[in-house]
């Protein structure tokens, strides 16, 4: 079974406010998006690191989202994907587009680790 749980618009709220998340959000027509969703995939499949944060898929193009988009207006001003958000107990704590498992990592490091 995959770490990485696809959302929707009943699941996404709930997600969010876990102690601690990362929200990859893509497109379904999105290259880019599909081949971070294999990265990640494979990363979550090798890594025994963050047993504690959950890691979730959001399609944007798909329906039952008002609510989620009402509440984060900053989607509407979103020029590039994939983007990642990190979420600590709720609140957004990184957004940052593109791929990269190491950048993920540093970002988790930084926000859930600090030294």
Do not use: H
């Not at 990642?84 to 957004?92: L, P, S, W």
């Not at 587009?97 to 030294?115: D, F, Y």
């Amino acid at each position: 079974m995959s770490r990485l749980e696809l959302l929707d618009g009943r699941t996404v709220q709930d997600f969010v406010v876990a102690p601690a998340a990362v929200l990859m959000l893509g497109k379904s027509d999105c290259e880019a998006c599909a081949r971070w969703t294999e990265e990640l995939e494979a990363f979550l499949e090798q890594s025994q690191d963050w047993p504690d944060v959950r890691f979730g898929k959001l399609l944007l193009d798909q329906g039952g989202l008002i609510a989620f988009k009402r509440a984060n207006p900053w989607l509407a001003e979103l020029d590039a994907l994939p983007m990642n958000v990190i979420y600590q107990g709720g609140e957004r704590r990184s957004t940052y587009p593109g791929a990269g498992a190491s950048r993920l990592e540093n970002r988790l490091r930084q926000i859930l680790r600090p030294s």
